[in-house]
Structure formats: C-alpha cells, structure tokens
C-alpha cells in the first residue's frame, strides 16, 4: 500500500507519514495494492464533528481527512481509528451502494446506530491498542536521546 499524504512539509506531516506507514504495518496492509491519499483539514472536528474520516476514492484508492488542529496524542488515536477503516476498505469488509446510503459488512446489509455499527466496534476497540505502541515508541525515543547524550558526554570525557 502506498500512502500519499498531501499536506506541506512540517513536523505534524512526519508524524502523519510515520504513524501511518507502522500502523499500516501492524494492520498487515504493506502488501496491499490499494493506494491511500491522506489530506488534513484543520478544524474539521470542531466545524463538523469528524476527527477523521476514511472513504473510497477510486476502484483502488481509498481516501482519509484527517484533523490537523487536535493534540499530538487525538492526532495519534484518530489515526489508528481510521487506519482500521482503511483496512476494512482495502479487505473489502466494508462495501456501500453507489448513494453511499446502504453500507455492507463482511456481505451483509448493516443497518445500525453509528456505535453499533461493526466497523465503528472494531475500529474503537482497536485504535488503543495501535496508539498505545507508538506512544511507547516516543517514550522510547526520548529515553534512547537522554542516553545516548550521556554516553557521548562519557566518551568525550575518556579522550581528554
Ligand atoms: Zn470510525
């Protein structure tokens, strides 16, 4: 799976690229032939109420919108919920008519409140556990910079 994310070069853009590229990884998509567009919208979650949202683009594209004004942490959880999306489109999991008005779920017709619907549990009851492991890569991340600062001092300090 490709990821395309148009948006200007900025630190919230590598953290869009990364954050989707391991969960792309996790969700076993590396190998689909679907490609993946990513946009960004600031504010769209205060204007309409949408963190983010997944659609289909083309036969083999799938698209995502995702809000740029939330926090790193909203930014990191949203991701993972719409990278679930994402993986429903690109298995075919998730289908719908041309109107967009009926919407199918492993071949059958769904007809649910949007927390009932079983690709809003899946994607819920999976974003978490995706969110969590980055969070503890940045943790990681921050540690490794501390240490490795430390061992550099120590060095420098052995060739005087
Ligand atoms: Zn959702």
């Known amino acids: 799976m490709d990821i395309i994310v148009t948006a200007r070069k900025s630190p919230t853009r590598a953290l869009i690229e990364n954050c989707l590229e391991f969960y792309k990884r996790e969700l076993k998509l590396t190998n689909s032939s679907y490609s993946l567009v990513v946009m960004t919208d600031r504010g769209m979650g205060t ?3 949408m963190r983010g ?3 289909k683009l083309g036969p083999k594209v799938i698209g995502m919108v995702i ?7 909203r930014l990191i959880i ?3 919920h719409e990278m679930v999306h994402v993986k429903q489109y690109a298995r075919g999991q998730i289908k719908h008519s ?3 008005k009926s919407k199918y779920w ?3 017709r769904v007809r649910a409140d949007y927390y009932d619907q079983p690709w809003e549990i899946e994607a819920y009851s999976k974003e978490r556990v995706l969110a969590n492991k980055v969070f503890a890569m940045l943790n990681e ?3 490794c910079t501390k240490l490795n600062g430390k061992t550099q001092r120590a060095k420098a300090v052995q060739k005087k």
């Open 141 to 143: 991340d921050k540690r």
């Open 106 to 108: 492993m071949g059958k």
């Open 53 to 55: 949202v997944v659609y």
């Open 47 to 49: 204007k309409e109420g």
């Open 98 to 100: 041309k109107s967009m």
């Open 78 to 80: 949203t991701m993972a």
């Open 67 to 73: 809000d740029t004004a939330l926090d790193m942490e």
